[in-house]
């Protein structure tokens, strides 16, 4: 078990760009959940999947944002059109149905 | 919409001074969770409470739920500069739809 893996770790990326990331869960977690962070505060829940089912995605994911789950294992996150707003840490973590959270390193993202 | 509150937010305190941390919400919780953050690195859960009252140890840390599960504390003896980092409570909604609410965060700094 490597625990949940996010790729990349740091992102920089011009305004405008379009950027996906990665996140591979513990094989054995059916749920897998995107959070965005900003320095200091809790992360803010962005949306999540159980299996290849995305259950619920929050009002903070405008059009721009998009996920997928296919197949039920990895999952990525991709931010179309960036804003210097979108720059936060982007979190993914996995669970076992209603289980703690295992959550990745992160991926830092800089819109500039 | 369920919402936890932190305090406080910042913490800085000596090697070996006691502190509490608090949890606060207007809302039921099924359960709580604690997590620790350092830089750069996704949260960990330290415990996860469930039952109104219940109280749980994890060596120098003590983490209580409170009786109406709408509040959760942790306290920390002795504190050593190892606990410095960003606490995060979460809770799962009363209807368990999988994702986790997080508060804010407490920043606790210990000094040597």
């Known amino acids: 078990d490597t625990g949940v893996s996010q790729d990349p770790r740091h992102k920089i990326t011009k305004r405008g760009q379009n950027v996906t990331f990665r996140c591979d869960p513990i094989?054995?977690?059916?749920?897998l959940y995107w959070y965005r962070q900003t320095l200091g505060q809790g992360p803010e829940f962005l949306t999540y999947f159980q299996n290849e089912a995305q259950l619920e995605k929050s009002r903070l994911l405008s059009d721009r944002f998009s996920a997928e789950r296919p197949k039920g294992s990895f999952s990525t996150l991709e931010i179309q059109r960036t804003e210097q707003g979108d720059s936060a840490m982007y979190l993914c973590a996995s669970s076992f149905s209603g289980g703690g959270y295992t959550f990745g390193s992160g991926t830092r993202l800089t819109v500039v | 919409t369920q919402l936890l509150e932190q305090s406080p937010q910042f913490l800085s305190i000596q090697e070996g001074e006691n502190l509490t941390v608090y949890c606060n919400s207007s809302s039921v919780f099924s359960s709580l969770q604690w997590y620790r953050q350092e830089p750069g690195e996704g949260p960990v859960l330290l415990v996860t409470v469930v039952t109104g009252g219940e109280v749980k140890k994890l060596k120098r840390l003590t983490f209580q739920f409170g009786d109406a599960r709408k509040d959760s504390s942790l306290h920390i003896t002795a504190a050593q500069p190892g606990d410095t980092g960003l606490y995060l409570c979460a809770g799962h909604g009363s209807s368990n739809t999988g994702k986790l609410i997080f508060g804010q965060g407490t920043t606790l700094q210990v000094k040597p």
């Open positions: 094989s054995e977690h059916n749920r």
